[in-house]
């Protein structure tokens, strides 16, 4: 079974003003790995483009882990 040493984040985000977001970040497990911000000029495109990010990631090979629930 191979084994998988990086990671890709991406999450919607809003700024204090309200304008919607994409950050994103990547690297190896164990880093804090870097980091990405694409402001966008409504929310569907900031949704928009985090569906096409996660689309290319999954067709990479990339798995969707949920968060843990601190409950």
Known sequence: MPQYDRF?????TKDLFGQ???????????????????????Q???ESALSDL?????ARGYLIKLPVSDD
Do not use: N, P
């Not at 890709?8 to 919607?12: C, G, H, M, R």
């Open 8 to 12: 890709y984040f991406v999450e919607l």
């Open 20 to 42: 919607t977001g994409v950050h994103r970040q990547w690297g190896r497990f164990g880093t804090w790995g870097r980091h990405r911000h694409d402001w966008y000029s409504t």
């Open 44 to 46: 569907a495109e900031a």
């Open 54 to 58: 996660v689309m290319q990631k999954l």
